[in-house]
């Protein structure tokens, strides 16, 4: 290797690992379910091995591929493969919109945390299990029980 490759080589090794997992990780593959499922809904989400999102008369719930639904459109706004990056090994909870603030339920449908924020992103293993949300314009980070988490 000569002295430019080995520069570069080691310019990007630096730059990959200053830079967080998620940042540098493969894209994902959007799986969209058959036309005739997709059919039902005014629009649908990717399926992210768990649930998918979907959309009927302007709002949102959630659905199995085959179209089962899981949890009845009801919400203002849903994330979108809420499942990606979380831990297998935990309950799922998603982060939905009723009204005008952001909560998280479970799969049954269950309020697990209440719906008390301008913003919330869905759970993420990267840094622990945490979620990102903005309360009274203020960005902090929680853990599963909807507590903040210390940066």
Excluded: H
């Amino acid at each position: 290797m000569n002295k430019k490759t080995a520069a570069l080589f080691s310019a990007a090794f630096l730059v990959a690992a200053a830079l967080p997992a998620a940042a540098i990780a493969m894209p994902s593959i959007c799986v969209k379910p058959d036309p005739n499922v997709a059919a039902r809904f005014d629009g649908v989400g990717c399926y992210d091995n768990v649930v998918m999102l979907i959309q009927k008369n302007g709002l949102y719930g959630y659905a199995e591929l085959d179209g089962k639904i899981i949890i009845p459109p009801q919400y203002q706004d849903a994330a979108d493969k809420p499942a990606e990056r979380f831990p297998r090994n935990r309950e799922l909870l998603i982060p939905v919109k009723k009204g005008k603030l952001w909560g998280y339920i479970d799969l049954s449908d269950k309020t697990r945390i209440p719906f008390r924020y301008e913003e919330a992103e869905p759970f993420i293993e990267q840094y622990g299990t945490s979620a990102r949300v903005r309360q009274n314009g203020r960005d902090f980070s929680i853990d599963l029980k909807g507590r903040e988490v210390k940066q």
